[in-house]
């Protein structure tokens, strides 16, 4: 069965710090893999997404993911966080097919401490 | 502008009431999805269209009804069946850019039983 792991429910970093987001996902083929952002009462929001070619993909915001099929990881980077990154992120697998489900990752709360 | 809109922002119901929630785009996109969003749980699959006048159930579809007479139309009936509705609801639609596909999503509506 397709599942998602995000195994931190909470972050907390310093404004300007790195960021790192885990997400292992258990699929049966390749994947596309995407992350998404979501403020308090908002929609989802697409920082990237991964389907083929190079393993590391350049999203908005600064924001960057490495697939590591090796690991079944995706996790996501950011060199320096602002205090406006705070939110919660969520990351999704997908079959290769158009109409695609996705499936979820229960989210990370990132929290920003100046 | 194009994108994804949902009423009502916030909706209350009595328990034993059937209410409905709308979604609509205009981004010309084939699939439609609702999701269920508790915290700490994610995003859960209540239905999905591919096209018009056919849906399938999700993972959470006990409770719920949808139609899609429309390409831009989707809408969930919440209907008294459903044990626990209190929750967020996101829809989201479907487009292919090149040969990947994404997920877009609209704003949400809050749903809460009295």
């Known amino acids: 069965a397709q599942s998602v792991t995000q195994p931190d429910i909470h972050i907390t970093v310093s404004e300007g710090a790195s960021l790192e987001l885990r997400c292992n996902y258990s699929y049966g083929a390749t994947p596309y893999l995407f992350w998404y952002v979501q403020s308090p009462g908002q929609g989802l929001q697409l920082l990237l997404k991964y389907f083929s070619g190079d393993t590391l993909v350049q999203g908005i915001k600064g924001f960057e993911a490495e697939f590591k099929r090796s690991q079944s990881s995706f996790n996501l980077r950011k060199p320096s966080v602002h205090w406006s990154d705070a939110a919660e992120y969520f990351c999704?697998?997908?079959?290769?097919?158009?109409?695609?489900?996705?499936?979820f990752g229960a989210g990370t709360i990132l929290r920003v401490k100046s | 502008d194009g994108g994804i809109t949902q009423s009502p922002k916030y909706l209350f119901r009595k328990e034993g009431q059937n209410v409905t929630l709308s979604c609509e785009q205009n981004?010309?996109?084939?699939?439609m999805y609702w999701y269920r969003q508790d915290p700490g749980q994610g995003l859960r699959l209540i239905y999905y269209?591919?096209?018009?006048?056919?849906?399938q159930k999700g993972d959470i579809a006990e409770g719920y009804s949808v139609s899609r007479e429309k390409k831009e139309s989707f809408p969930l009936t919440v209907t008294s069946a459903q044990k626990n509705p209190t929750a967020f609801y996101l829809c989201a639609s479907n487009g292919r850019t090149g040969i990947t596909d994404t997920q877009y999503f609209g704003p949400g509506t809050r749903l809460t039983v009295l």
């Open positions: 981004l010309n996109h084939d699939a």
């Open positions: 269209s591919q096209i018009v006048n056919d849906f």
């Open positions: 999704a697998v997908g079959p290769m097919e158009y109409g695609n489900k996705l499936v």
